[in-house]
């Protein structure tokens, strides 16, 4: 079928390549005297506070002062989740697994098998082209900057991250010595980590990373698991924090979501235009925290402008968003055309 006469399946969608489990919080004393003492869990606890009035008021309000002294002296009553280290531990411990499946190309499901056979020589020209080292070189440098552990990574003393794959194991004592900001970073470590991924992707061998984060952030400090998201608007707690297991006796164990983590793994797009750091690969360029897409279909960088140009007209964009390109079927989701208006 020539290139013309296809049209993107209606049905199309991709699993993902790096399969991400939940964050485990842990912590630990840095200057115990046995070193083989075995972390205990970071544990949720819940607290009955009362806060200010501290949200913006009314004009009507701050230009009166006896209402605004009445304003402010209401009760502003919260119950909350909070996760601290104990007053005997200094060091967070957090640890997960990432486990790198084969990236062939090939969907997950896919209603149209000329448009199949057009997307699957696309990748594998890619592959053949460029491979995926470029796109494990970044992975790999976002598991040791341990840019992960998000806020935790925050005013921490010092980080220390340790991956074990197979029989082997990296030990990375300064993880903050990497940036955040580019991926300029390159070492034999690094190497070492992104030929694990990129033999992973390339379905040479069986990969699991078990990677480990200790983070020194001071005796009794505030650790910041993942917040859930409560759709019950009748819930009377604001803020509840994600237990990450619900085994009797461990209910109250803090982690972070598999998403949020993966998040920051696949953060490796500087690719975007005018790009001033790293965005997670995403199909609009998305960072909802700055309530921003990055790449606006009206300027043609969006991964729908990108992918279908390439795939339906064979014409390939440059080779730094090809990799954006592959990175967002590494990431996996449902790229249909279905939906289209």
């Not at 020589?121 to 976002?142: C, F, K, S």
């Amino acid at each position: 079928m020539s290139k013309s006469a296809l049209k993107t399946a209606s049905v199309l969608a991709f699993e993902r390549n790096l399969d991400v489990s939940d964050a485990y919080l842990w912590q630990t004393d840095s200057k115990a005297a046995n070193k083989a003492t075995s972390p205990s869990p970071v544990v949720i606890k819940e607290k009955s506070v009362r806060g200010t009035i501290s949200n913006r008021l009314k004009n009507t309000i701050t230009n009166d002062l006896a209402k605004l002294d009445a304003e402010t002296e209401k009760a502003n009553l919260q119950k909350v989740d909070s996760a601290s280290l104990d007053e005997n531990n200094d060091t967070l411990v957090a640890r997960f697994s990432l486990k790198v499946l084969p990236f062939t190309g090939k969907p997950n499901v896919c209603n149209d098998q000329d448009y199949q056979k057009a997307l699957e020589q696309v990748v594998t020209d890619y592959i053949d082209t460029q491979g995926v080292d470029e796109l494990a070189r970044r992975y790999a440098i976002n598991v040791l900057n341990a840019r992960w552990l998000w806020r935790n990574r925050v005013g921490t003393e010092s980080i220390k991250i340790t991956v074990k794959c197979n029989d082997q194991t990296i030990i990375i004592d300064d993880a903050k010595a990497y940036g955040l900001k580019n991926f300029n970073s390159d070492d034999a470590n690094i190497r070492q980590v992104a030929d694990w991924i990129k033999a992973g992707l390339n379905g040479d061998e069986f990969i699991i990373l078990y990677v480990e984060a200790q983070a020194i952030i001071g005796y009794g400090q505030e650790v910041y698991p993942s917040q859930e998201l409560i759709l019950d608007t009748g819930s009377k707690k604001s803020k509840v924090l994600y237990r990450v297991s619900d085994r009797r006796g461990s209910e109250d164990n803090a982690g972070m979501h598999s998403q949020k983590v993966s998040n920051a793994i696949r953060t490796i797009d500087d690719w975007y235009p005018d790009a001033e750091f790293p965005i997670a690969v995403e199909p609009y360029g998305a960072v909802t925290t700055l309530g921003t897409a990055f790449r606006q279909p009206k300027a043609k960088m969006d991964f729908y402008t990108l992918f279908d140009n390439w795939v339906l007209n064979g014409d390939a964009p440059d080779i730094s968003q090809q990799h954006y390109v592959m990175g967002v079927l590494i990431r996996g989701g449902v790229f249909g055309a279905s939906g289209k208006e």
